[in-house]
């Protein structure tokens, strides 16, 4: 076994088995502050955060799988891959987050905590996460019916 192999195995272990694990624990720590009436926002906020760093292990590896580990292209396309996760699925999912906050702050949800009109800033990021998603996903339209490269 080499030394990069085992560096890698003890990674997966960590982010994989005990990340997750710790999570479940701090979760449990913050259910018991609370029932005690404590402050237990930083355990629920150290769960979630050990769950953050198994899930971004896990996108990880799922992004630099895509190409061999000498593949000159190997970080463009992990890259690539992150670009189009992000602008294919993650600003979709937002922008139909920010149509409901918007329908729940235009109903009079929130308006003693929020004074003002903050539905029009919610609409305003729905339709800007419309409008990039939409406007990646013509770019790789046309780079798609391209030739496949700049001359």
Request: positive net charge; charged residues 10%; hydrophobic residues 55%.
């Amino acid at each position: 076994m080499s030394f990069l192999t085992g560096l890698t195995s003890l990674t997966n272990w960590f982010g994989n088995v005990i990340m997750p694990t710790l999570a479940g624990l701090f979760f449990v720590i913050a259910v018991l502050r609370f029932s005690r009436s404590a402050p237990f926002q930083y355990s629920l906020y150290a769960g979630f955060a050990a769950l953050m760093v198994s899930g971004i292990l896990r996108a990880i590896e799922r992004f630099a799988a895509q190409r061999a580990w000498n593949d000159p292209d190997a970080v463009w396309v992990t890259l690539l891959g992150l670009v189009n996760w992000s602008a294919n699925v993650f600003l979709p999912l937002y922008g139909v987050l920010q149509v409901a906050m918007a329908i729940m702050h235009y109903g009079g949800m929130g308006f003693r905590i929020y004074p003002g009109a903050p539905w029009a800033r919610h609409v305003l990021a729905a339709m800007a996460c419309f409008g990039l998603s939409g406007l990646l996903r013509l770019a790789e339209f046309f780079i798609a019916q391209g030739t496949g490269g700049v001359s």
